[in-house]
């Protein structure tokens, strides 16, 4: 397929309800768009690269340099058989991985569309099991004003359907928390996510929240760390979970050979596209250890292809893939919606990602776009 053109968007949308972390608040959220054109079909990905470098050192702004100055040139006329392809192309850049996953994920969707496969179909071709109709989700809880805030957002939460709840935590917000959720919560399944704010002088903080029975505590520890993971792995019983330490397929084998991990967050955004996410899959099925796919508050066209991701059959833990009208009123594609009944998400069956793009509204929130 050869690559005809790539329009580049820069959209920004309010949040339904302000999501906090320990980088600090989100009310609203830039993201950038990739419509890739080829043979009368079009490929969408979306880079979820937002407005500050709290997460990832990529921004909405880095990234529109890295695709506008260097990925799409090295995209654009090329013949596009798959998309592993990409990473032949791209491998003179490094890092960047946000900015690459966008392209990564269009190409996924524009070679299944050539291929009359859904998203997912073609992900798990190489799986006996083949892909879910669904997948269980949970849904993140940012951090709130109070615990009094934090107990009745769950409660809504739980009224809603949803199996499994994560809550983001802080050094200062961390074991009272925990604590107050499994009082009033006793049967809850639920984990704290740390984002990177303790260090191993915070090990007693980390071990005194074993008592509340965590499904599991993820990332405490340096974002670039692995090895100090290893060391604190083994002091406290929870399950440990990494996420922004693991940045590729090379990244997943040294944590799980070293013991740095119990569980894997896999996003695909964050290990450069799906391509390098499957193979995390496959390191994670052969080794026995369970995992999810984690979320970035995606809008429709990010979430369509996590749901295809969190489809293949090691993800066995449920993902933070929750409804999209969490977070945008309205979104750029039809709302996905849970499952009450059993907290799944259903996976598209239509060719590609199987979603369709409301124009109008990517129109309206787009603050910019180029056509190459």
């Not at 990529?58 to 058989?81: C, G, M, Q, R």
């Amino acid at each position: 397929m050869k690559i005809e053109a790539i329009d580049l968007y820069y959209i920004s949308q309010p949040l339904v309800r302000t999501f906090t972390t320990s980088f600090g608040p989100q009310t609203d959220r830039a993201c950038l768009l990739v419509a890739v054109h080829s043979e009368g079909l079009t490929g969408w990905g979306e880079c979820v690269a937002t407005n500050d470098p709290g997460y990832s050192y990529e921004t909405a702004v880095t990234a529109w340099h890295i695709l506008s100055d260097f990925l799409i040139p090295a995209l654009l006329n090329k013949d596009l058989k798959e998309p592993a392809d990409l990473y032949t192309w791209f491998k003179y850049v490094r890092g960047h991985p946000l900015a690459k996953a966008a392209l990564d994920q269009a190409a996924w969707d524009l070679t299944a569309q050539r291929d009359g496969l859904s998203f997912a179909e073609k992900l798990a071709a190489p799986y006996p099991e083949g892909a879910s109709a669904r997948v269980e989700v949970g849904v993140s809880i940012g951090i709130q004003p109070s615990l009094a805030a934090t107990l009745e957002l769950i409660q809504q939460f739980v009224d809603k359907g949803y199996g499994r709840i994560k809550l983001k935590i802080k050094p200062g917000y961390d074991v009272v928390l925990a604590q107050a959720v499994r009082e009033a919560f006793p049967d809850l399944i639920f984990m704290l996510d740390a984002n990177s704010a303790y260090t191993m002088a915070d090990v007693p903080i980390l071990q005194a929240l074993d008592e509340f029975d965590l499904l599991m505590l993820e990332q405490p520890l340096g974002y670039e760390d692995i090895y100090r993971h290893s060391i604190l792995r083994p002091k406290i019983n929870t399950p440990l979970c990494l996420d922004e330490s693991i940045t590729s397929a090379e990244h997943a084998h040294f944590a799980l050979t070293i013991g740095a991990c119990d569980i894997i967050n896999v996003k695909p955004s964050r290990v450069s596209g799906w391509s390098e996410a499957r193979k995390i899959h496959d390191i994670g099925v052969a080794a026995g250890i369970p995992l999810w796919v984690g979320g970035m508050l995606e809008t429709g066209v990010g979430r369509a292809a996590q749901l295809a991701l969190a489809s293949l059959p090691g993800f066995t833990l449920p993902g933070d893939i929750s409804a999209t009208e969490r977070y945008y009123n309205p979104d750029i594609t039809a709302p996905f919606v849970l499952n009450s009944e059993d907290s799944t998400m259903t996976v598209p069956t239509a060719p590609g990602l199987g979603v369709e793009i409301d124009m109008e509204r990517v129109t309206a929130v787009t603050q910019r776009k180029v056509t190459f």
